[in-house]
């Protein structure tokens, strides 16, 4: 990397708003004075970041027309996938070459999920081209999940899939510069990437990696002088060790912007004010240490639940720009800043989506293509991607509050449900009730799932345990408002979980465990072993159940 020039760093970083996933909620931070340092700058001069704000506006313009002719784009992104792979085995298995609209697609092509296309995947592991796609298929990313016979799942990506990837990505961060005329963010601002170790796993002619690990190895050419970390510690696996060794390697540096998944921001932060103290900095918050820091781009879990920490520990205004992508297709939709639920889908970026009403799954009957999707109604998505999987069973449940422009909004997973009695009720709904509880009963959280005891007191009837870490100091006075508060919650947003409320018919009033002071932490550290990736579970089953007992307030 360029050795970046020592410049003073002005005191007060530009004020923007602050917009969790899909909602309208403001962050407004707690203002402090940051304390005028020399931060090492990156190699680009302002003028790089004053162009690239005036160039934005062509991303956006590109992107919103798009979605104003969304049936013609999404028709025509469905053709040229299936022209491109017309000569392989699956493509003339299923006429791809005949194929001249929408229609035939759906009387040509079945739904499937990881199990029907597994076999061509094995095969394209061990080097053979031509399967799903005419290209030989370099990296497989290791998907969290599981197929429905308990493999692990091993999907494709081309890279075409990565270079549009880099586009979404540039199409998200050009949104954020067209609404806020930030141009200090690449003008002598750095980016800290938060990502899995980018080391690969040969395995014969291939390689299994992570969809984020791959990215961060594909930067553009461009990107990378203001891009940190940098390759030694990118491959650091132990991720407690990788914060430390960025906290301390990048104290002095001028970061404008952090991204990876929301929920590990925190810990950064830790991290950041840890070094601050070990270093006699008298920093009271992030700001002290990085004052340009100004954008959060997020993803993997909804960010509205961590926006008070997030508030306290920064210090100053930051925009938490959200996205919604998968290792399937990559990026599907992302902030635009407008204050509505949901988020911007991106419908030119090499998927074609299809949705079927999640009452039907898993035996599809209906197949509602992205221009025909109806506002509010529950859907189980179904891309077809770049990268040879054709309508695909990717396994989430997602929403439109709005369908002009379209706007997405995930609920959760078809197999990470909490149902008790037929409710089906999404980590969506979960997070909607906590957040009356909090409003209703004056309280923050620094994490939260929820779980179900079943036959509770030797009854047929089950109740709802939510677990949840309180910030210090800011518990609820009443737990038991807070808990009935929830309850309410829960009974606005699950029309079932209301009617087998009513009168305790089938489900009981619900619980509250009170986590101790770090413990979603220590439980997120011993359910996933540090991954990046990882995520406090909104639904929690029985046997993560057991293992967060332990972290309960008054447990040994």
């Known amino acids: 990397m360029t050795t970046p ?30 304390r005028a340092r020399e931060l090492r700058r990156a190699p680009y001069p302002a003028l790089v970041g004053a162009v690239l704000q005036r160039a934005s506006r062509l991303s956006v313009a590109a992107w919103d027309r798009a979605l104003r002719d969304v049936k013609r784009v999404q028709e025509s992104q469905l053709l040229a996938l299936l022209d491109h792979a017309k000569d392989t085995e699956f493509g003339r298995a299923h006429g791809f070459a005949g194929i001249r609209s929408y229609e035939d697609y759906v009387k040509q ?55 549009q990837q880099q586009r979404a990505g540039t199409d998200t961060v050009m949104r954020y510069l067209d609404w806020s005329s930030d141009s200090g963010m690449f003008g002598g601002g750095f980016t800290l990437g938060l990502f899995p170790p980018t080391t690969m796993r040969p395995e014969g002619p291939v390689l299994i990696t992570s969809n984020p690990a791959l990215m961060s190895t594909q930067m553009p050419a461009i990107a990378r002088p203001c891009y940190l970390p940098d390759d030694e510690v990118k491959r ?18 001028n970061v404008a912007a952090v991204t990876g998944t929301t929920c590990w921001f925190t810990l950064l932060f830790d991290k950041v004010l840890a070094e601050a103290k070990r270093r006699g900095h008298p920093a009271r918050c992030v700001a002290d240490v990085w004052p340009n820091l100004r954008v959060l781009i997020g993803g993997g879990v909804s960010a509205a639940p961590y926006l008070p920490i997030i508030r306290e520990m ?55 293509p992205l221009w025909a999707v109806e506002r509010d109604r529950p859907y ?100 038991a408002a807070f808990t009935a508060a929830f309850d309410t919650g829960m009974c606005a947003e699950n029309r079932v979980y209301r009617e087998h409320r009513a009168g305790d018919v089938a489900i009981l009033p619900p ?40 972290y309960a307030k008054g447990s040994p």
């Open 236 to 253: 650091i696996a132990s991720y407690e060790e990788k914060l430390e060794v960025v906290a301390k390697r990048y104290f002095d540096w």
């Open 380 to 479: 189980a998505i179904v891309p077809t991607t770049v990268s040879g999987l054709y309508a695909y069973t990717l396994g989430d449940i997602v929403r439109f509050p709005q369908t002009r422009p379209l706007r997405m909004e995930f609920m959760g997973r078809l197999s990470g449900c909490l149902s008790v009695t037929q409710e089906l009720t999404t980590h969506v709904e979960i997070e909607r009730a906590v957040e009356h509880a909090l409003s209703a009963v004056p309280s923050r959280t620094v994490d939260f799932g929820a779980a179900a005891d079943v036959g509770v007191a030797g009854t047929a009837k089950s109740r709802y345990a939510l677990f949840v870490e309180f910030q210090e100091g800011a518990a609820p006075a009443d737990l």
């Open 314 to 368: 920064v210090g100053h205004d930051v925009t938490l720009v959200d996205t919604y992508n998968a290792t399937e297709g990559g990026v599907y939709a992302a902030s635009d800043f407008s204050g509505a639920r949901g988020m911007l889908v991106l419908p030119h970026r090499g998927t074609f989506f299809e949705f079927v009403p999640v009452e039907e799954m898993p035996n599809p009957k209906t197949r509602v």
């Open 5 to 34: 020039e020592m410049s003073e760093v002005p005191q007060a970083a530009p004020s923007v708003r602050d917009f969790s996933r899909g909602g309208s909620e403001v962050v407004r931070p707690i203002a402090r004075d940051a």
């Open 511 to 550: 619980r509250v465990v009170v986590l101790q002071s770090g413990g979603s932490r220590a439980f997120l550290e011993e359910v996933t072993r540090g991954n990046v990736q990882g995520k406090f579970p909104r639904i929690i089953d029985d046997t993560k159940k057991q293992s967060l007992l332990k």
């Open 109 to 163: 092509v079945p739904v499937g999920d990881y199990d029907s296309f597994s076999p061509f995947i094995d095969r394209m592991r061990k080097g053979e081209q031509n399967l799903l796609v005419p290209e030989f298929v370099r990296w497989f990313g290791n998907s969290s999940g599981s197929s429905n016979h308990g493999k692990p799942k091993f999907l494709p990506i081309t890279m075409r899939q990565v270079k």
